[in-house]
């Protein structure tokens, strides 16, 4: 893993964002892994800023969304699809026909995961695939004991993360039980993960993550086993890691051909 700490969340999106710029450049038509949630906002953001200022061009790129709520209509508030869209996919020129999400309303559920990872394939894999970090671990709604060779399927919501989602919902008994996921197993055939994490509420998770043992109790802890992750991290975040040091002299020592 390379571990990349500035000193706060937007200066770390910023260089994020220069890595999927240069993924562009590289291939205009790749294939990337959207991710909701508070995490990716900056990088969003960032990504939005170049796009308007005409130095990312999006009209070849297909994205696909990680996770969605089960029983709710995309253009809910609260769901996953809305989010994304109101922070990014609204903002850039991504054709509609290029954007896939979860449908939290399918019919037939297993059929439409099946369908789901089939698409995947089909477009060719994901290129680079985003990621935040829950506080005990989880990538998309892999919670702990998630096996790690999961694939895109629904998961029961913990009661804790119930309670987390209320305000969103109007109330906890109207936040959905069910949620659909990629799985482990998919996250880690994308070509490259850049997992996201900021704030002190993230340390324990992110030193587990990367300095801990691989455990299905720390689902992030499989990027272990990725070729090519990338961790963006501001300081609170990285606070519990132990080779902080050493992360930073091989960021500032990159060869020039590595840079981004
Ligand atoms: C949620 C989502 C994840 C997200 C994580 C962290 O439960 N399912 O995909 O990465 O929690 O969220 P945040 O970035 O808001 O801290």
């Not at 061009?57 to 609260?78: C, L």
């Not at 086993?225 to 991290?233: D, E, G, I, S």
């Not at 132990?242 to 002299?249: A, D, L, R, V």
Request: aromatic fraction near 8%; charge should be neutral.
């Amino acid at each position: 893993m390379e571990v990349i700490i500035q000193r706060d969340a937007q200066s770390a999106s910023v260089v994020a964002a220069r890595l999927i710029s240069q993924l562009l450049r590289e291939k205009p038509n790749a294939v990337l892994g959207l991710v909701a949630g508070q995490s990716p906002l900056p990088l969003y953001s960032e990504l939005v800023r170049k796009h308007r200022e005409g130095h990312i061009d999006f009209s070849r790129v297909t994205v696909f969304t990680m996770d969605e709520f089960v029983g709710i209509p995309p253009d809910h508030p609260a769901s996953y699809s809305s989010f994304i869209r109101r922070h990014f996919l609204d903002h850039v020129n991504i054709p509609a026909e290029q954007i896939r999400m979860p449908d939290g309303r399918a019919h037939d559920i297993p059929e439409h995961c099946r369908a789901y990872e089939a698409a995947i394939r089909h477009a060719g894999g994901i290129d680079l695939q985003i990621l935040g970090i829950g506080t005990e671990g989880h990538i998309g709604f892999n919670e702990p004991t998630s096996s790690l060779a999961s694939r895109t399927r629904t998961k029961t919501l913990t009661p804790r993360t119930r309670r987390d989602f209320a305000p969103q919902f109007g109330g906890e008994d109207r936040v959905p039980n069910f949620i659909l996921t990629m799985g482990l197993g998919t996250i880690m055939e994308a070509r490259q993960c850049m997992l996201l994490a900021f704030g002190k509420t993230k340390a324990n998770a992110i030193a587990r993550t990367i300095e801990g043992p691989v455990t299905a109790m720390m689902p992030a802890s499989i990027l272990q086993m990725h070729p090519v992750v990338k961790v963006f991290l501001d300081q609170p975040a990285a606070a519990l890691l132990q080779n902080t040091s050493y992360y930073q002299w091989v960021y500032d020592g990159k060869p020039e051909w590595q840079k981004f």
